[in-house]
C-alpha cells in the first residue's frame, strides 16, 4: 500500500476494480482546510480518462511493474504489434493501449509496462519526442519566420501537426509525443 505522497506521473494503481495510470496530478494545500491531492487517471484496460482527487494521506493500492523495450513493428487496423528488443518473443497491442499512436513510426522501440502479476501488458510508454518527415503541407513562403502562425502538415505516420510557416514538404520534424506539438526542425 502507498499513500498519496508516493503520487507520481506513470505510476499504476488499482481502484475502482481497475487498473488506473497516473498522467497528470497536482498537490494542492490550499489556506483553509486539509492538503489534497488531484489527479487525472487512464483506464490501461479501455483508455478512458477520469479526474479523481484523494484526500492528504489516502491509502492507494499500487500496481507493481516492470519494464521492457519493445520495437513496433506493424499495425493491422487497431491492433499494433511489437517485438521484444531481448527475446525477439511478439506481441499485439490494441490502440487503446497506446498514447499517441499517430505518432508511432515502425521500427521505433518503446517502453511497455507489465503487470508482474499475470505478466499482461498495461501500456505503452513513447519516447519523449520522435523525429518525423513532413509529407504534406502548404508551401512555405519565404520572410515567414517572424510569426508565430501555424498551418497543418501531414507527417509520414499519417498524423497531423501544427507546424510553423516556414517548414516545408521533406523537412525532418521532432514532435513532442505527450502534446502532439512541433518542438523543431531537424537538420541533418
Keep these: ?28 494545500k490550499p489556506g483553509k482546510g ?14 478512458k480518462v477520469i479526474d479523481n482527487t484523494f484526500s492528504s494521506g489516502h ?23 511489437f517485438m521484444n528488443t531481448d527475446d525477439y ?3 499485439t497491442l490494441e ?15 518503446v517502453t511497455i509496462l507489465f503487470n508482474t502479476e499475470d505478466s499482461l501488458p498495461l501500456s505503452v510508454d513513447m519516447p519523449a519526442s520522435v523525429i518525423l ?17 501555424t498551418k497543418p502538415a501531414k507527417v509520414e505516420t499519417g498524423a497531423e501537426v501544427n507546424v510553423p510557416l516556414f517548414i516545408n514538404e521533406g523537412d525532418k520534424i521532432k514532435v513532442d ?6 518542438m523543431e526542425r531537424v537538420k541533418e
Design 34 to 47: 486539509p492538503a489534497f491531492v488531484r489527479t487525472k487517471l487512464k483506464s490501461v484496460t479501455t483508455g
Design 89 to 91: 518473443n511478439q506481441i
Design 133 to 149: 518527415e513532413v509529407t504534406y503541407t502548404e508551401p512555405g513562403v519565404k520572410g515567414n519566420t517572424a510569426t508565430n502562425a
Design 1 to 28: 500500500m502507498a499513500s498519496t505522497s508516493d503520487i507520481r506521473k506513470g505510476l499504476c494503481i488499482r481502484y475502482n476494480h481497475d487498473i488506473f495510470k497516473i498522467i497528470e496530478f497536482l498537490h494542492v
Design 59 to 81: 491509502k492507494i493500492e499500487d500496481v507493481r511493474v516492470e519494464t521492457r523495450s519493445y520495437q513496433f513493428l506493424y499495425a493491422e487496423g487497431t491492433t499494433y504489434n
Design 95 to 109: 490502440e487503446s493501449s497506446l498514447d499517441s499512436p499517430g505518432l508511432l513510426k515502425e521500427g521505433e522501440v
Design 177 to 182: 509525443t505527450e502534446k502532439g506539438s512541433y
